[in-house]
């Protein structure tokens, strides 16, 4: 079994920073890739950007690239998402995403690849 815990979402304002932080406890040991995606109101559960645990390598949302940075601390089993020049569009529930296994991805991009979820953590950017 797996627990993620997200820390770190919060209000800003449009052109603001923030930094999202998932601890992993549990089986970590058999980390795959780790990820966030996020749901607006009203919309579908989307990609944002995910990292494969082994070797750092990393996948973004278009809409996310060059404003997001993922990472990982293989030594704290932590993920992080730095978010800068954040724009309202980026409201959102924002979820840890753990998997076990790759199932034919090198870095999954959608929900089926993942095995575990966070509980989510709110981001709200205003204008």
């Known amino acids: 079994q797996v627990q993620l815990v997200e820390s770190g979402g919060g209000l800003v304002q449009a052109g603001g920073s923030l930094r999202l932080s998932c601890a992993v406890s549990g089986r970590t040991f058999s980390t795959y890739a780790m990820g966030w995606f996020r749901q607006a109101p009203g919309k579908e559960r989307e990609f944002v950007a995910g990292?494969?645990?082994?070797?750092?390598?990393?996948y973004y949302a278009d809409s996310v690239k060059g404003r997001f940075t993922i990472s990982r601390d293989n030594v704290k089993n932590t993920v992080y998402l730095q978010m800068n020049s954040l724009e309202v569009e980026d409201t959102a529930v924002y979820y840890c995403?753990?998997?076990?296994?790759?199932?034919?991805?090198?870095?999954?991009?959608?929900?089926?690849?993942?095995?575990?979820w966070g509980q989510g953590t709110q981001v709200a950017v205003s204008s």
């Open positions: 995403v753990f998997a076990a296994t790759s199932r034919g991805w090198l870095i999954p991009a959608v929900p089926r690849g993942y095995d575990y």
């Open positions: 990292i494969s645990w082994s070797l750092g390598s990393t």
